[in-house]
């Protein structure tokens, strides 16, 4: 059996920068979404190809024998000793968890300057999202983020590990919003030992990424906020009212400056993503009532002991993220009184959408034509937009409609889909 699951939809775009030795390749994503497992595959994939080993170096600065590396100085003398025997051809460079060394960015820039080494570095999502890459690195480098596991890639990972998939897609479903989309959690069969493995995921992105920042003065606090934030996931989020809720529970009222400072910590360590509100009338952003979605929604399963699940935020959320995964670029929308859950646009492309999000369409409770209640809701704010871009309302539903040309999609068959439906 392989040793790492390919990821294509990731693959396919680091590959066309592959031998780009003027942009560096940097990995984002939450740790243990599977950054490194993809490092090695172009590593594998260039030997396959017949690129000599002598032209490649894998340094895992976590791991022996490099775990002990924390200098710029160290690090040139390993790369540069490597190297010295390679007198041809492309130098493909892999640092993964590059932060380990202090001021990485001088080094990582000097290489590139060289123009035969094609960089490519994962790392702490807390040090490679600072200002400092975007100035050191002059610009230089390629982001790509890397998300947990989407649902066609946890079935494909389950069947990867030998696991048993069930024909019943909506119970798999149920399962992939429980357990969360962390490639290794599904190596585990006893719920007990995947819930623990997701509980240490938690533990190191809060003690790695989150503990040493110099900017939490309040741990208390920053934690209400955390909790605060992942239990409203995919809820409108008002830095006042956050304020006023932290207020009575702490007899002080924090500053709006302190809680914006820690969602973006939240951000930066890749525990929530940040949706802002668009007013499709006005034509412009509404800042202070954003919405935050869960990069993994077992940041909130594994540490609630209710595992009912709100299908409300909860397809909200997947929906998010598999958009996000298209790259596409998303905003909450509002027209009038009225919200559109999600308009959707990409960069050097006409693809943009409105997409309305719910369990069913049929709640039972219906208007004096017969109509549902929820099918309204959903339709209406889509049927006040006079342009021609794609709508849809996307669903649990099996029976699907059209209204008003409008389709009905279900999300279960969107997220399995190979191609996009505009």
């Known amino acids: ?229 992942i239990n409203n996931f995919g809820a409108t989020t008002s830095v006042n009212n956050l304020c006023d809720y932290l207020e009575k529970i702490n007899k002080h009222r924090p500053s709006k400056h302190t809680i914006y400072s820690y969602l973006d910590i939240l951000v930066n360590a890749k525990i929530v993503n940040r949706c802002s509100r668009f007013d499709l009338k006005s034509k412009k952003s509404l800042a202070g009532h954003e919405k935050y979605y869960l990069t993994d929604l077992s940041f909130y399963f594994s540490s609630n002991v209710d595992n009912r699940i709100n299908y409300g935020p909860v397809l909200e959320n997947i929906v998010y993220n598999y958009f996000k995964l298209h790259d596409f670029s998303i905003s909450v929308g509002r027209i009038g009184k009225l919200e559109i859950d999600f308009i959707l646009s990409k960069s050097f492309s006409n693809s943009y959408a409105y997409i309305q999000v719910c369990k069913t369409l049929d709640n039972g409770i219906y208007d004096k034509n017969g109509i549902s209640e929820v099918e309204n809701r959903e339709y209406v704010p889509l049927e006040q937009i006079k342009d021609n871009y794609f709508k849809a309302v996307l669903s649990l539903d099996k029976l699907l409609q059209n209204r008003s040309g409008i389709p009905n999609l279900n999300i279960i068959k969107l997220l399995l889909e190979t191609k996009l439906p505009f």
């Open 1 to 229: 059996m392989a040793k790492y699951y390919r990821r294509e939809i990731y693959l396919s775009r680091i590959n066309k920068f592959r031998d780009d030795c003027d942009l560096i390749k940097v990995l984002t994503g939450v740790r243990r979404c599977g950054k490194s497992s993809i490092l090695h595959i172009i590593e594998q994939d260039l030997i396959r190809q017949g690129i000599s080993e002598k032209n490649i170096l894998f340094i895992d600065l976590n791991k022996r024998p490099y775990k002990s590396i924390y200098t710029t100085k160290q690090l040139e003398e390993i790369i540069d000793s490597y190297f010295k025997r390679t007198n041809k051809g492309i130098k493909y460079l892999f640092i993964d968890e590059v932060q380990n060394v202090n001021e990485f960015e001088k080094t990582i820039e000097a290489y590139r300057l060289e123009e035969n080494y094609s960089i490519f570095i994962t790392g702490s999502n807390s040090y490679l999202l600072s200002g400092d890459l975007t100035t050191k690195l002059t610009g230089r480098y390629i982001e790509f983020n890397i998300n947990t596991l989407s649902f066609d890639e946890y079935l494909a990972m389950k069947k990867f590990f030998k696991k048993d998939v069930s024909v019943n897609l909506d119970d798999e479903f149920n399962n992939y919003i429980l357990e969360g989309g962390f490639p290794l959690a599904v190596k585990y069969d006893d719920p007990v030992q995947k819930k623990e493995y997701l509980l240490s995921i938690v533990d190191e992105i809060y003690k790695k990424d989150i503990k040493k920042n110099n900017k939490i003065r309040d741990k208390s606090l920053f934690n209400q906020v955390k909790t605060y934030i």
